[in-house]
Each structure stands twice: as structure tokens, then as C-alpha cells.
């Protein structure tokens, strides 16, 4: 059901604009080459761009920000230290290392290497030898990790993603989207600070051997400062972003692209365009007033709404006509309710994005109306619920 919106946020949306022009053809607010794309505000989760997000896509190399999540996490929940060490394997060094002639750190076969460097291998060098090392020695093999990776996944909130192994090697099975890939991505730079700073290191030496961060945008000039490129026959270049730049981040995923060059400055646009094009406006402050939700036999035939925190969004400077919002809810909400009950949500759309969903409450309790109110609210349900 969609209920009432306050005035206020009518009239900050321009909501009758936005009706008045459904159906007509218009221009999108942003046009990229990428296949799929999706692209998050870091402090307020609004969705700033949005193109067939939840694609199914192989992961290619960037399956290896879920290994370093895993690993951040083990960790963080003190089952390892960074000085502890994990002995490099002939598979390790035959699949991931100088012999498979990819993404290597070059580690020496049966030499035993700190998880600090091979952290820093991965994140900068996309190590596959440094991820084998790692999955070898926290899980017994590479595919108990992945099995761990899938888990773990689900357990950040990650519906969609799928590993088989740890480097993110071709292997049937192994998928995720856009849309995880951003939120995986926001997810470790949030809850593990102290790691996510490996990602900007602008280079890495181990065993002799100087290599740069293979992550393009670091060398940009943009503020970025993470976190992984990929790339899979058959599907593409693809790239996980994120930029840090006058006070705000943005976290940006793309996939399907040409070419390396072409991935490269795509991205680039793309979070530049996420910086310049938007402002931040709180519409609500917490406990405010958002709208209200229609009663069944109640006291009162409405309940006024509210969040537990400020709503805040970055609204787009321009094309503002765009913008939609609705309260959503199963309703109307029988009676009796009590004070801070979930009652729905305040859905704000940019053009066809589904830009920021926020959980609303019952402002105030509403007791259970008189038997004639329940009667009067049951003749009407009849005569107009069919209608909804």
C-alpha cells in the first residue's frame, strides 16, 4: 500500500513533476559501455546508478576481495595474527605462482611466508599464489576455503555470490553481481579500517621482484584508493572502485567492458560523474514525521510514521524531476499498535533506481477503537479494499 507523504518531501521531490512525466522518453542520467554497473554512497547507502546489477557475472580476479574479507575476519576475531606464517605448497606455486605465468607474487616453493605480505600480495599484486597460500593454510585446501567464502557471504547479507575457488579463477559455478561486488566491497572498508589501507598501497616487492598496484584508478589523480580489477574470456573486464575525495566515498562496480583501457576510464567517468552530479540533503531528521499509515479499528484512522534515524540522501543537482519517493506498507495496520512498531518503508527512486529504502515506524500508539469504529472500518474495508 502506498500511504501519504509529508509536505515537506513533496515538495523537496517535486513528486507531481515526476508522475506527470511517466511514460515519456527521457535521457539517463548517466550512460556507461559497462554491461552492468552499480554504484553506492558510502555514508548513506544511496544508490547513485544502477544497470543490470544482479546479472549473474564470473568474478574473475575480483572473487579475491571476498578471500581477504575471510581472511580480515579471522583476524579480526583473533585466530590469527599477521605475523603468523603459511608454508607455500607446489600446488600454490604450480597454480598461482611464476609457472602459471598469471597474477603472481612470486613466492618460493616450500618457503614459508608472513600473512601480512601475503595480504599485501593480494590486495596490490592479485596474487593467485598468495590466495592459495592463504586458503592451504586457514582451511586445509583451496576448496574448503571457497566453501568458507560462500558462507561467509551469506553471512554479510551476499544472496547471490557463489565461490569455488579462492583466486577467482575460470570454474564452473562460480558467480556473483555488480551489485554484491559494491556491497562486499563497502562492507570491507567499513568493518575492517585497519586493512583496507593494504588496497592503496601504490606498490609491493617480494622476492626482488617490484610490482605496481594493478588497480588503474589508483594512479588517477581521483582519490581512489581501492580495490581490484579483473578480467574473464568470454565476459570481459571488470572492476571494483572506490574514491574518497572532499569528504565523501563512493564504492563503484563494473563489468562487461572492452578493454583494459576502456575499463580504466569508464570507472573513472563513472565515480567522477557520482562525485559532481549529486549533494547531500537530510529530508528527515530522526523521530520526524515522514507521513502516516492508514488504521484498521483503531482510535484513530492514521498513525503518523517516523525513522529511528535522520533520513538523509544525495539527491542529484540536476534532473531532480526524477526523483520519486513512497511510503510502502502492508495495510491498513490493525489495531491495536504499539509506540516504535515496524510498519513499512520510505522507497525513494532516481529514474528507475531504487535508490534508498528506509525502515519506518509508529510514531504513537494507537489503542483499539470502540465496537461501532471497528464495524464502520470494516464496512469500508469491504467496500474499497478490493481496490488496492
Not at 546479472?55 to 595474527?81: D, H, Q
Not at 616453493?109 to 599485501?120: A, C, G, P, T, Y
Not at 589523480?221 to 580489477?229: E, K, R
Not at 491495536?336 to 510498519?343: L, Q
Request: hydrophobic share 45%.
Amino acid at each position: 500500500m502506498i500511504s501519504r507523504l509529508s509536505t515537506p518531501l513533496k515538495l523537496l521531490i517535486g513528486l507531481l513533476a515526476a508522475l506527470a512525466i511517466v511514460g515519456q522518453a527521457q535521457a539517463q542520467l548517466f550512460e556507461t559501455k559497462a554491461t552492468q554497473a552499480y554504484m553506492i554512497d558510502a555514508e548513506t547507502g544511496t544508490v547513485l546508478f544502477s544497470k543490470e546489477p544482479d546479472k549473474p557475472m564470473a568474478p574473475a580476479s575480483l572473487a579475491k576481495l571476498m578471500t581477504m574479507e575471510v581472511v580480515f575476519n579471522a583476524i579480526k576475531s583473533g585466530r590469527y595474527k599477521l605475523d603468523d606464517t603459511f608454508a607455500v605448497s607446489e600446488n600454490a606455486w604450480r597454480t598461482g605462482g611464476a609457472a602459471s605465468r598469471a597474477s603472481t607474487m612470486f613466492a618460493a616453493v616450500k618457503s614459508q611466508i608472513r600473512i601480512e605480505d601475503l595480504i599485501q600480495g593480494v590486495t596490490v599484486q592479485l596474487a593467485n599464489d598468495g590466495c592459495i597460500v592463504l586458503a592451504e593454510g586457514m582451511a586445509g585446501s583451496e576448496a574448503n576455503f571457497a566453501l568458507q567464502m560462500t558462507e561467509r557471504a551469506r553471512e554479510i547479507g551476499l544472496e547471490k555470490s557463489t565461490f569455488v575457488n579462492s583466486t577467482g579463477l575460470p570454474a564452473p559455478g562460480q558467480t556473483t553481481t555488480v551489485r554484491e561486488l559494491a556491497e562486499l566491497g563497502l562492507h570491507i572498508w567499513r568493518t575492517y579500517p585497519e586493512f583496507y589501507r593494504y588496497y592503496s598501497l601504490p606498490e609491493f616487492n617480494w622476492n626482488k621482484i617490484l610490482q605496481r598496484n594493478r588497480n588503474p584508478l589508483i594512479t588517477m589523480d581521483i582519490g581512489a584508493d581501492g580495490m581490484a580489477a579483473g578480467f574473464t574470456e568470454g565476459e570481459g573486464f571488470a572492476i571494483v572502485g572506490s574514491v574518497n575525495r572532499e569528504g565523501r566515498r563512493l564504492f563503484a562496480a563494473m563489468a562487461g567492458l572492452a578493454s583494459d583501457r576502456e575499463r580504466s576510464e569508464e570507472a573513472r567517468k563513472l565515480l567522477d560523474w557520482g562525485m559532481r552530479s549529486f549533494e547531500k540533503s537530510e529530508i528527515f531528521a530522526a523521530n520526524e514525521p515522514v507521513g502516516e499509515a492508514q488504521v484498521f479499528g483503531g482510535t484513530r484512522s492514521h498513525v503518523a510514521l517516523v525513522a529511528q534515524k535522520p533520513i538523509s540522501l544525495f539527491l542529484p543537482i540536476t534532473n531532480r524531476e526524477r526523483l520519486v519517493a513512497r511510503i510502502v506498507y502492508d495495510g491498513p495496520v490493525a489495531a491495536p499498535i504499539a509506540k516504535g512498531t515496524p510498519i513499512g518503508s520510505l522507497k525513494v527512486w532516481i529514474g528507475d533506481t531504487l535508490s534508498q529504502e528506509t525502515p519506518l515506524y509508529a510514531a504513537e500508539a494507537v489503542e483499539v477503537g470502540s465496537l461501532q469504529s471497528r464495524a464502520l472500518d470494516a464496512v469500508k474495508e469491504l467496500a474499497v479494499g478490493w481496490l488496492r
